[in-house]
């Protein structure tokens, strides 16, 4: 099992930039793919994100260009670089990783893009 602990989520204004981070309770070098997704309110979850044991990195369509997503294995974390954010991101963001099939997922950190 593992743990996921999202953070960096709050208010920002249009255009503005957030970075979401996901602390893992354990190595995460040997995961085979971590990754976000998100939920708005009235809507199915969506994939935001995904990088892979490999380094393949898959971003949404819808979010190419403004959203970047990394790792860095020494520190056990995944994060989610959100720029030129709209009020359409706005949504709560969940991390997940894929291990031997099954997924986990963290608790959910709310994202809201208001003026």
């Known amino acids: 099992q593992v743990q996921l602990v999202e953070s960096g989520g709050g208010l920002v204004q249009p255009g503005g930039s957030l970075r979401l981070s996901c602390a893992a309770s354990?190595?995460?070098?040997?995961?085979?793919?971590m990754g976000w997704y998100r939920q708005a309110p009235g809507n199915q979850r969506e994939l935001v994100a995904f990088i892979t044991r490999g380094g393949s990195e898959v971003v949404a369509d819808s979010m190419k260009g403004r959203f970047t997503i990394s790792r860095d294995d020494a520190k056990n974390t995944v994060y989610l670089q959100m720029n030129s954010l709209k009020s359409e991101d706005t949504a709560v963001y969940s991390c997940?990783?894929?291990?031997?099939?099954?997924?986990?997922w963290g608790q959910g950190i709310q994202v809201t893009v208001s003026s």
């Open positions: 997940n990783a894929l291990i031997d099939g099954n997924r986990y």
């Open positions: 354990r190595s995460i070098s040997s995961i085979n793919s």
